[in-house]
């Protein structure tokens, strides 16, 4: 009876970052779940590929080429949506760089990136969300995708705590502003992952060695591993859980 929550059948959810790394795990994730998927990512034969293996699960799928940096793009296509009932918002970037070298260039580019463009998916979503006469009665879930840097300083990504920090506060101010709506808002906190976007970083075999001694579990996440968490907030199954974060860190938070 309990498990039953975890059903995400009839619900419409929105993926942007959906290409690869987590965007694409969460997706197939919500689709294994039973959610019919609305994809944005900027490249179409990355987004061709996560919309078959969703279909593999029944789901319907529909697909937007999309740089969710571009308001009018990103707004033109929620609006053409007849609904939304879930929102993970998983696009974005990391520039790792010393706090004094950071160049004016990539701090911008990754403030817009990761905090303007996740603050406007968000109220788009959140807009159309609350058009829905029964909203109150059927709920919606926003996962902001944030990190385990949303709570702690992180060498060379001074930038990246800013962004991660300034999500976490917007996931929390969000949650009381949309609890009227029957509209939970948190966030997912995943520790390093072997991800499209990390790969280059682990790289560096000091930069892996010290990850890993900062991981109490002594191993890096693996996707599903943050999907599966991603699932669960989304679902009914978390239908008393807002303005909170999920950490999938490994216990690296916990020293």
Not at 33 to 45: D, E, F, M, Q
Not at 101 to 108: A, C
Request: charged fraction near 25%; glycine fraction near 6%; include cysteine.
């Amino acid at each position: 009876m309990y498990l039953k929550k975890y059903n995400l059948k009839n619900k419409i959810a929105l993926v942007t970052g959906a290409g690869k790394g987590l965007g694409k795990a969460c997706a197939i994730a919500l689709a294994e779940a039973g959610a019919n998927l609305i994809i944005i990512s900027r490249t179409k034969k990355d987004l061709d590929k996560v919309s078959k293996i969703i279909k593999k699960f029944k789901s319907k799928c529909k697909s937007y080429v999309c740089d969710i940096t571009n308001y009018d793009e990103i707004k033109a296509i929620i609006n053409r949506q007849a609904r939304i009932d879930i929102l993970i918002n998983s696009a974005g970037n990391n520039i790792p760089e010393y706090f004094t070298k950071v160049k004016r260039k990539n701090m911008e580019y990754l403030v817009k990136i990761n905090t303007i463009a996740s603050f406007n998916v968000a109220q788009l979503c959140a807009l159309k969300m609350i058009k829905l006469r029964n909203r109150k009665k059927i709920g919606g879930s926003i996962v902001n995708m944030s990190s385990q840097m949303g709570h702690v300083g992180g060498p060379n990504r001074s930038v990246y705590n800013m962004n991660k920090f300034g999500l976490e506060g917007l996931t929390k101010g969000m949650a009381i502003d949309l609890a009227k709506h029957n509209i939970r808002v948190n966030t997912v906190c995943p520790t390093f992952a072997v991800t499209p976007m990390t790969k280059q970083f682990l790289k560096n075999k000091k930069f892996k060695k010290e990850t890993l001694n900062n991981i109490p579990l002594r191993r890096f996440a693996e996707m599903s591993e943050i999907a599966s968490a991603v699932a669960f907030l989304a679902s009914d199954a978390a239908s008393m859980v807002t303005g909170t974060s999920l950490l999938v860190d490994g216990g690296w938070t916990a020293k």
